[in-house]
């Protein structure tokens, strides 16, 4: 194949370059959207470029980038998780339901610290993540039947929990000592608020995660091929358990943030978040099939879903509109990441020649 | 009792599969510091045996022994640590990561909990030059030919330091320079103290490259050698066998009746998928006659698989002319190819071929009812019909598919194409996977078909099934017709001297490759 190297034509390195470039494009479209976005929002909405939209922007944005990071491990793997939203429902239950209603043991009535229901909060929802990471790791059930089972399951048990009535005034009791919950959402670190912190703290720990760890490589592995990633003696079970336990813990932590933000815990919380998650993983280049994507690609996804939905509110775009708009943002989202692939398939052969591998 | 020069020893093995015996009471030798060659057709045994050594399958009985010690070993990783690795026949690769992700896939270098790259790199480099062939371990896997993507494999393997090498049809897929010097590179490994396995259907580079031979067939050892006592005949006879289809064998041939299917100039792209490319297809033209019997013999990675498939509209045809009975025939998708007659039995049944969800009724009725309703009766009593003529042994035909056994349900598959009246009847690889009986039954039933007009056009990579079923024998070498016999000049050594690509200038040194700035 040497030859074919020399041999290379001008008009070949010129569709090589724009090939390049056009899939280079491609893949940085989630930025490219998302600077758009920015630019058209400032421009129609003056008000939009504010400080305190801003901070209320980044709040919102925070929910919706949490959850896509978790998501974006599980699809990495070829997985999905539809059940992070009603996972979300039911943290904000069981803390809310710790809070006030305490828990019952020896006799009596135990209030038990913030801290503590917090922890517990987080083992319930792991429970979920657990069950997921069962069914599709081990009992080899299809990733959207499960999460879609345990969707219903978490919702109901969200709703069970308190008859599905809201469990108001999660701001503790000076006598029980439980004061303290709403600090999560509420309070303000270095002029930003709390949940933009963990999302950029969560952000880096899932990007060290992804790119340098053993496991995030497997991650990758199992979602690229999954035959190969086993004989390579991958433990492929394991790697799918771990990505769902993860977004389940993300879901907790959603879940805290709102009910923390609402000093109330309403056990419909977090309907529909699964879709923007996966939304806005799709819209950050990761791709439903696995083994292509990033965390970072995700967060920014997660922007460009926040930025819109509150630019169209700015704009005094009709609510249903705003409905549609996002359909088919995510619609497009998809669509192109299917053209991606297949442009890539196209112009493998360009790529390949001008590859320092020099195809012999 | 030990053998100093014996590494590894699989005893008494016996593997099962449903409905066939893969290995039947083998026992294998792997003689240290040489190439061991393993050598069988298609569905000997060989890749299971292969598979069980390196800790991919667990044998049903049966016992193994590294250095005379029993070895248990219970996935790829328990045999990595004991220094035996494989290089697999399907690229075991991991397209969207980059070389050095791929050699150290599973188990990574590691500072603290991080990867440690730059110790990785250097590792993946040294092993790469090591293979002789330098190359950028930051290159995603996905954009490395099929021959990179297998020394990946190799540098892996090298990488663990192992002292078992097992190559599972490594050239199957690689180009005559890829070829050359992966020999090179065998050479080199058994310089430095490797035992290597090596599994190919090339008889020039297994008589060039091997120390000593072993013959599988049909789930058993027939032959096992050392060099010296080897020669391409014993190879031929050992592998091909013979088995009672004389009746067949005796039966008239025809090669006079009217063209049926005239196909000239056919090309094909070459595949590039994930999983392999195969040789790209090049200006082949063949006839069939009426009633004639046409069978393709080839290697793995001929092109045998894509003429059929683009014949049945399965595969996209780049150029050239397809005419049946003197009409010029547009194929471009699968619906054109049967309206016209043209239906094809698929290689890989449970992929390509059977519904397991569906009942033996509705998997042979698939597609082939006309009209808007379904006609439960009718169907069911054409079905029947089908089923007594090709001797499908099933009590009940709503019985899932997956009831029956590989003969049955390729039975099954060969039901629905004639259930659609077909002109040509295009078969790839007919008896994959199948028992000696129903084989067979297979051969009458497609000799039987023949007889009454219908031509058939067959692709198989075994020598005794070509040499039973075919009229007229096209060999196809490197996505090119290399020979043509009748079936009265047929001889096993002439087809598959025919069917080997040439790759070794036997008396000159392998060129090392890899030196482009």
């Known amino acids: 194949m040497s030859s074919v190297v020399q041999s290379l034509t001008r008009s070949d390195r ?9 899939l280079l494009l491609l893949r940085a479209r989630a930025v490219l959207v998302l600077v758009l976005l920015l630019i058209l929002f400032s421009v129609l909405a003056p008000e939009f470029l504010t400080a305190n939209n801003l901070s209320i922007l980044a709040k919102h944005v925070a929910i919706s980038a949490l959850l896509a990071i978790g998501m974006t491990f599980v699809i990495l793997t070829g997985g999905i998780d539809l059940s992070v939203g009603s996972i979300a429902g039911l943290g904000g239950m069981v803390a809310g339901y710790t809070i006030t209603q305490g828990i019952a043991f020896g006799g009596a009535t135990h209030y038990p610290p913030v801290a503590i229901a917090i922890l517990i909060t987080f083992l319930v929802c792991l429970c979920v993540g657990m069950l997921n990471g069962w069914l599709v790791a081990k009992a080899g059930v299809a990733p959207f039947i499960a999460t879609l089972g345990t969707l219903y399951i978490a919702r109901g048990a969200a709703l ?34 709390a949940p933009v912190w963990m999302m950029v703290a969560l952000f880096a720990f899932a990007w060290v995660v992804a790119t340098k760890t053993p496991f995030g490589r497997h991650v990758y592995a199992v979602g690229g091929n999954e035959r190969a990633a086993r004989l390579a003696g991958i433990r492929v079970p394991r790697v799918k358990l771990i990505t769902y336990l993860f977004s389940s813990l993300c879901a907790a932590l959603v879940g805290l943030i709102i009910a ?101 | 009792m030990s053998y100093p020069d014996i590494i590894l020893e699989a005893r008494v093995v016996t593997k099962r599969y449903p409905g066939s015996v893969a290995l039947d009471r083998v026992s294998y030798r792997v003689h240290r510091n040489q190439v061991n060659v393993l050598i069988g057709e298609n569905g000997a045994g060989k890749s299971t045996l292969m598979r069980i050594l390196a800790g991919v399958e667990k044998a049903d009985e049966g016992q193994l022994l590294l250095n005379g010690e029993p070895l248990m070993l219970r996935t790829p990783r328990d045999a990595a640590a004991n220094g035996i690795s ?70 892996r393997a090298l990488s663990q330091g192992s002292q078992v090498l097992i190559l599972d049809e490594p050239t199957s897929a690689l180009s005559t320079t890829e070829a050359e010097s992966l020999f090179t590179v065998i050479a080199d490994l058994k310089n430095a103290g490797v035992t290597i396995i090596y599994i190919s259907h090339r008889l020039h580079e297994l008589l060039y490259l091997g120390d000593h031979f072993t013959v599988l067939r049909s789930g058993k050892i027939v032959g096992d ?71 393709i013999y080839g290697l793995l990675g001929a092109g045998r698989t894509e003429v059929v498939e683009a014949l049945a509209g399965f595969r996209p045809i780049l150029s050239g002319e397809i005419a049946l009975r003197g009409r010029k025939l547009k194929i471009d998708g699968v619906a054109s190819a049967v309206q016209a007659g043209i239906v094809l039995v698929p290689e890989d049944r449970q992929r390509d071929g059977l519904i397991p969800e569906l009942s033996i009724r509705e998997n042979v009725a698939l ?59 295009l078969l790839d690889e007919p008896t994959r996977g199948v028992d000696v009986g129903a084989k067979a ?69 392998p060129s090392v490759s890899g030196h482009i700035a």
């Open chain 2, 441 to 509: 039954e297979i051969y009458r039933i497609l000799r039987a078909l023949a007889q009454k007009g219908l031509s058939i056009l067959f692709t198989s990579s075994e020598i005794e099934e070509t040499r039973t079923l075919a009229d007229r024998v096209l060999v196809l070498c490197q996505g090119r017709i290399s020979a043509e016999f009748l079936h009265e000049e047929l001889t096993d050594e002439a087809l598959f001297t025919a069917a080997s690509p040439h790759v070794l200038p036997l008396e000159t040194t």
């Open chain 1, 160 to 193: 069970l929990i308190s008859n599905g009535k809201t469990f108001p005034n999660l701001a503790g009791h000076a006598e029980r000592g439980n004061m303290g919950f709403p600090a999560i959402g509420q309070s303000f670190f270095l002029g930003l608020p």
């Open chain 1, 14 to 22: 010129l569709a090589s370059s724009s090939a390049r470039t056009i």
């Open chain 2, 367 to 425: 597609a082939g009812s006309k009209g808007s309703f379904l006609s439960r009766s009718k169907e069911t009593q054409a079905v029947r019909q089908l089923a007594d003529d090709l001797n499908i042994a099933a009590r009940d035909l709503e019985l899932p598919v997956t009831a029956l056994s590989g003969g049955n349900q390729q039975k099954v598959l060969l039901a629905r194409c004639l259930m659609r009246t077909p002109s040509v009847l």
């Open chain 2, 86 to 155: 494989i290089v697999h026949q399907e690229l075991a690769v991991l397209p969207n990561l980059d070389i050095s992700e791929n050699i150290f896939a599973g188990r990574e270098l590691t500072r603290a909990a991080f990867v440690n790259r730059t110790g990785e790199d250097i590792q993946s480099n040294a092993a790469l030059v090591r293979l002789r062939k330098p190359m950028q371990v930051n290159t995603l896997a996905s954009q490395l030919s099929l021959g990179c993507r297998q020394l990946i494999e190799l540098a």
């Open chain 2, 225 to 295: 050698a050392p060099r010296a006592e080897v020669s391409r005949q014993w190879i031929v006879e050992c592998m091909s066998g013979r088995s009672d289809t004389s009746d067949l064998t005796a039966q008239t041939r025809r090669t006079s009746g009217k063209p049926v299917l005239n196909v000239r100039g056919l090309t094909i792209a070459a595949s590039v998928g994930e999983e392999g490319a195969q040789a790209p297809v090049h200006d082949l033209s063949l006839e069939i006659r009426e009633g004639e019997v046409l069978g």
């Open chain 1, 260 to 360: 923390s933000q609402l000093e109330a815990a309403h056990p419909a919380t977090g309907e529909s978040f699964e879709l923007n998650a996966i939304a806005a993983v799709v819209l950050g280049g990761t791709s439903l099939m696995g083994g292509r994507g990033s965390v970072t690609g995700s967060l920014i996804g997660a922007f460009v879903i926040g930025v819109l939905a509150d630019g169209l509110v700015m704009l005094g775009v009709s609510e249903f509109w705003q409905v549609v708009i996002k359909g088919v943002v995510i619609v497009l989202a998809v669509a192109i990441d299917q053209l991606q692939s297949r442009l890539q398939a196209k112009f493998l052969p360009y790529l390949m020649r001008t590859n320092p591998e020099a195809g012999r």
